[in-house]
């Protein structure tokens, strides 16, 4: 079976840094491009960043210079490094894996909480 278990998630101050965690396990890993998604409190799930079998990465203009995503098929495990936090960044945060024929799968979520 597919999952997808976020990790490192919290409560930071504004400017403070998170470092977040998601492994995957039942799936080809290598064969997948993977995402992070956030979703704020009465706001829709919105694109963080993504990165594909090759290595190309992409991140929402909100995010660009402060997060870094990054991916280690050896551990199945997918990064992102957020810099810089904002009280706006504030969300539950999640991991995404999609195949090229557009199978997709999430997880759980992991909470991201940045104070003033």
């Known amino acids: 079976q597919v999952q997808l278990v976020e990790s490192g998630g919290g409560l930071v101050q504004a400017g403070g840094s998170l470092r977040l965690s998601c492994a995957a396990s039942?799936?080809?890993?290598?064969?997948?491009?993977m995402g992070w998604y956030r979703q704020a409190l009465g706001k829709q799930r919105e694109l963080v960043a993504t990165?594909?079998?090759?290595?190309?990465?992409n991140y929402a203009d909100s995010v660009k210079g402060r997060f870094t995503i990054s991916r280690d098929n050896a551990k199945n495990t997918v990064y992102l490094q957020m810099n810089s936090l904002k009280p706006e960044d504030t969300a539950v945060y999640y991991c995404?894996?999609?195949?090229?024929?557009?199978?997709?799968?999430w997880g759980q979520g992991t909470q991201v909480t940045v104070s003033s």
């Open positions: 995404n894996a999609r195949r090229v024929d557009d199978t997709s799968y």
């Open positions: 039942g799936i080809f890993f290598s064969l997948h491009t």
């Open positions: 990165i594909t079998i090759g290595s190309n990465t």
